[in-house]
């Protein structure tokens, strides 16, 4: 998901690694805060795929400063990675739903609409199953971890109301 934050950013004008990753945590904080350990692979990676260009400066004193730039075809790209299915793995499911969510804009409204759709359908699926574990008679549960189960899912009824609200401004 790292690499959508990456296009995004690179979307409006081109940075350095560290201003880039600065500007990350400036404005998605909230929920990610990326090392430049994080930043570093996933710009190689977009750099061997073609989707972000590199341009070198040198300063009057002879500093080299690198900047990354959005080629055209990491606008595609984007688009590619956007609709990759979420991971299967629960613990991610809320991270990653809320990268797309924040990156979204790069779309067309016919293509955010196509992922509110197929992303309340995911939701409202995964709210199921965690509703059937949660009342399933061969499953013990301790306290804690019913408690957990029932806050993950008042988390996801929360993301169904927001993607529906979302909906009506598109």
Excluded at 67 to 79: C, E, M, Q, T, V
Excluded at 92 to 97: A, D, G, K, V
Aim: one cysteine or more; hydrophobic letters at 35%.
């Amino acid at each position: 998901m790292i690499e959508l934050l990456i296009l995004y950013m690179l979307e409006k004008h081109e940075r350095t690694l560290y201003s880039l990753r600065a500007d990350i945590i400036e404005k998605f904080g909230f929920f990610t805060k990326p090392s430049i350990g994080t930043l570093h692979p996933a710009m190689k990676r977009l750099l061997k795929n073609g989707s972000v260009t590199i341009r070198n400066s040198y300063s009057e004193g002879g500093k080299k400063s690198t900047y990354y730039g959005l080629s055209p075809s990491g606008k595609k790209h984007f688009r590619e990675i956007f609709f990759t299915n979420f991971s299967e793995n629960p613990t991610l499911l809320f991270t990653e739903l809320q990268t797309k969510l924040c990156t979204m804009s790069l779309l067309s409204k016919e293509q955010q609409n196509e992922f509110i759709d197929d992303t309340l359908l995911k939701l409202e699926s995964f709210q199921l199953d965690l509703k059937n574990t949660l009342e399933s008679e061969y499953i013990k549960f301790e306290e804690t971890q019913k408690l957990l189960l029932k806050k993950n899912i008042s988390d996801v009824s929360g993301y169904i109301g927001f993607l529906k609200a979302l909906k009506e401004k598109i």
